[in-house]
């Protein structure tokens, strides 16, 4: 138990079905992230909010909307996706201030599946 | 810019072997050096990690050194267990940033 809680763990849908991801931490962090974990390749950032707000996109292409209401709730709203968009998605918590020994904490991950 | 290099996999060893994954890393600034582990089927637990060069992270007998003038920070343990089995990453976060940079991952298996 990391204190980071992703819902739900698998996930299959079709290119044309519209799903959520959802991440709650309960650490009282004021950042949240999602990273894609995909094959044979290096984790990617895909988005960072600090205090709620959006800091960081990492040219994430459009079909994935990011939202987050609170500090404590991050959402992965997933449309018109591809098969290559298959892959586990992992959200992640830590304290926004920046400081070098600040650890990063991650849920267990979704895995999506699109068909 | 910032990168890590690991040690490409997978690495395969008996029971009590000795380990060592390697780990290198470019960083503009002053980084913080992390070894995260992801056992099969879950997401990335933080293993250990160190704040400052010379430091030693140390957790379940894994032990990492930050080493500035190698910008290295290796992976050993000195007698592995069959549950070490997992896939390991090394990262790097700088000062003020939010974001870690990831290693491509190392595959253990320990085999009876």
């Known amino acids: 138990e990391t204190g980071v809680t992703q819902t739900p763990r698998h996930l299959v849908m079709g290119m044309t079905n519209k799903k959520s991801l959802k991440c709650e931490q309960h650490l009282g962090h004021n950042a949240m992230y999602w990273y894609k974990q995909s094959a044979k390749k290096p984790l990617e950032l895909m988005f960072v909010y600090n205090f709620k707000e959006q800091t960081e996109n990492n040219s994430v292409p459009s079909r994935f909307s990011p939202e987050c209401p609170n500090s404590s709730h991050l959402f992965l709203h997933l449309h018109t996706l591809q098969p290559e968009d298959s892959a586990l998605y992992l959200c992640?918590?830590?304290?926004?201030?920046?400081?070098?020994?600040?650890?990063?904490?991650f849920g267990e991950g979704s895995w999506l599946t699109v068909v | 810019g910032n990168s890590v290099t690991q040690m490409e996999g997978p690495v395969t060893l008996s029971e009590e072997a000795f380990l060592t994954i390697n780990c290198t890393y470019t960083a503009t600034g002053y980084p913080s050096l992390f070894w995260y582990v992801q056992y099969p089927g879950e997401g990335l637990q933080l293993l250990l990690k160190?704040?400052?060069?010379?430091d030693k992270g140390s957790n379940k007998g894994f032990e990492a050194t930050y080493r500035k003038e190698t910008t290295s920070f290796h992976l050993e343990k000195g007698s592995v267990q069959v549950s070490d089995s997992a896939v390991y990453f090394c990262a790097l976060k700088e000062t003020g940033a939010n974001n870690l940079f990831f290693g491509t991952g190392t595959r253990l298996t320990v085999i009876p």
């Open positions: 992640a918590s830590s304290q926004a201030d920046g400081g070098s020994g600040n650890t990063i904490y």
């Open positions: 160190a704040t400052k060069a010379d």
